[in-house]
């Protein structure tokens, strides 16, 4: 098979491994090396990897031949990272991780969200308010990163682990914060500790009451109940891989719309045509009609894949279909979701910010695991449609609100972290927020004046 000359000690991660470039470049270099073949060799230290280019290859390494690449092939084992990180559903090995990803996928279903929606709402005016409170002190200057994360964490404790807490905008340690969460579900013991009623209750508690049952009796055979602290480890797991993910999207669309006036023109006139249809109230339904903010928050995942690189482990031989390749069961297999996003050949000009790429006689053109943000198959992210639809809640309250607008300091092209995993960008993202003339509350309130 081609591959990549790699060089002594650290193989083709050296510019990674010495903290000088995010891996998601260092990986898409390597896409981009192997340009003309479907698959790519290159090397981890002295360790060889595969990184598969072909989308129809991705397609059958994440879906199709799933019982050929099931296992995940970190780069480095979670257990190595942090004791919680291999115990959580991401390092678990399959037959735990199948029972766990069974029972906590309900979780997120079409209905949970909707009935979720009253949650994420208040968690966005409370996110409106600090904004506010913070333009105005600032004539407008905002770190919109540490102001995102600040709305995640508020939205995380609020639907999937417990309001009551009130633990949000308290910086605590982690282990701190999701003992008390566990401590306070334990002693609560067989008592009721839904504080509200109807559906709201039923989604808040549902992601930790699963965990509480799991915890309890066995529900896979063979399987044992989960361990005190492989909940804790799900609990920390589901609040990083959702509130580091979607604030650090939140961050980099917001930032590209101050780049593009016009973009964020069109985004807040459907805004403003939706919520003038729906009495000004914004509701879960309005949300679906938001189809321009729906391609805004595509595109943003095209350019700036959160995870940059997927990683599998091939557990039997796979013979390559029109090739004499075999890939020999043991192989660590990656896909660079960056080197995708940004091949030329499916998406022109990838450098441009254009969410009309997702117009659907755009995607029609391109094979489909040529985008994969959330991933593919049964290992894609469990909670893709949650972080949609807290986004398009924060972006329907800013945007209808405020004009965003590049700062002074704002570059051209934000610096990426090279010292995470995560695309993520590095150091603060300052913007200007200025009130609209018309914004939604003014129009609200003439909404009830008639
Ligand atoms: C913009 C937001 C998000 C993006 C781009 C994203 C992306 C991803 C990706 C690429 C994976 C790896 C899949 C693989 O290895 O094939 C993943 C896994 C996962 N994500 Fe997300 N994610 C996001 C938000 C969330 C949220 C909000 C949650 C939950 C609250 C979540 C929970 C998880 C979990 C639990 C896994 C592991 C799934 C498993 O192993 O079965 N993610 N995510």
Same mark, same amino acid.
């Given at each position: ?21 995010? *891996? ?26 595969l ?9 059958? *390494? ?12 970190h ?9 919680? +990180? ?17 029972? #906590? ?5 079409g ?12 968690c966005?005016?409370?996110?409106m ?14 770190? *919109? ?15 999937l ?10 910086? /605590? @340690? ?22 509200? /009623?109807g559906?709201?209750?039923?989604f ?7 965990? +509480? ?13 989960? @361990? ?7 609990m ?17 669309? #917001? ?26 109230? #914004? ?19 095209r ?46 000009d ?25 991933s ?22 800013? *945007? ?29 993202? +300052? ?20």
């Open positions: 098979m081609p591959y990549v000359t790699p060089s002594f000690p650290f193989g083709n991660f050296e510019r990674t491994a010495l903290l000088r470039e995010n *891996v998601g470049f260092t990986a898409k270099k390597i896409y981009d090396e192997g340009k003309g073949y479907p698959i790519v060799g290159y090397f981890v230290l002295i360790e060889p990897f990184l598969v280019r072909d989308p129809a290859l991705v397609r059958s *390494v994440l879906v199709t031949r799933f019982d050929h690449f099931s296992q995940r092939g780069l480095i084992p979670p257990e190595s990272v942090d004791s919680m +990180m291999g115990r959580s559903i991401f390092g678990l090995p399959i037959p735990e991780w199948k029972c766990l990803r069974r029972n #906590l996928t309900p979780c997120f279903a209905t949970k969200l909707k009935a979720m929606f009253p949650m994420v709402n208040r966005s005016k409370r996110l308010r600090l904004l506010g409170d913070a333009a105005e002190r600032h004539e407008g200057l905002l770190d *919109v990163r540490d102001t995102m994360k600040r709305f995640q964490t508020d939205v995380i404790c609020e639907t682990l417990a309001k009551l807490l009130k633990l949000r905008f308290t910086p /605590v @340690s982690a282990e701190h914060f999701f003992h008390v969460v566990l401590q306070r579900h334990l002693n609560a013991g067989k008592e009721d500790t839904r504080t509200s /009623v559906d709201e209750a039923t808040r508690t549902g992601f930790v009451d699963t965990l +509480m049952r799991m915890r309890e009796t066995p529900h896979c055979p063979n399987i044992p109940p989960l @361990s005190e602290e492989k909940v804790m480890a799900q920390a797991f589901f609040f990083l891989a959702g509130f580091e993910t979607t604030s650090t999207t939140l961050t980099f669309c #917001l930032f590209e719309l101050s780049r593009h006036p016009t973009i964020q023109k069109r985004l807040a006139a459907e805004i403003m045509d939706v919520l003038k249809d729906n009495d000004w109230e #914004l509701d879960y339904s309005s949300l679906s009609k938001m189809t321009y903010m729906e391609k805004v928050i595509q595109e943003t995942l350019k700036y894949p959160v995870v940059p690189l997927l990683s599998r482990e091939c557990v039997q031989n796979y013979a390559i279909p029109g090739s004499d390749w075999t890939i020999k069961k043991g192989t660590k297999v990656s896909v660079s979701v960056l080197g995708l996003h940004y091949d030329p050949i499916y998406f022109p990838p450098t441009r910010f254009d969410p009309g790429r997702f117009d659907k006689s755009e995607v029609a053109k391109r094979p489909p695991a040529c985008y994969i943000p959330y593919l198959g049964p290992k894609a992210c469990i909670g893709g449609q949650f972080a949609v639809f807290s986004m398009k809640v924060a972006l329907a309250e800013i *945007v209808s609100k405020y004009e965003v607008h590049p700062s002074d300091s704002t570059p051209e092209v934000l610096p990426i972290d090279p010292c995470v995993f995560q695309f993520s960008p590095k150091g603060p993202v +300052m913007l200007k927020f200025h009130r609209r003339r018309k914004s939604l509350s003014d129009s609200a309130s003439r909404g009830v004046q008639r």
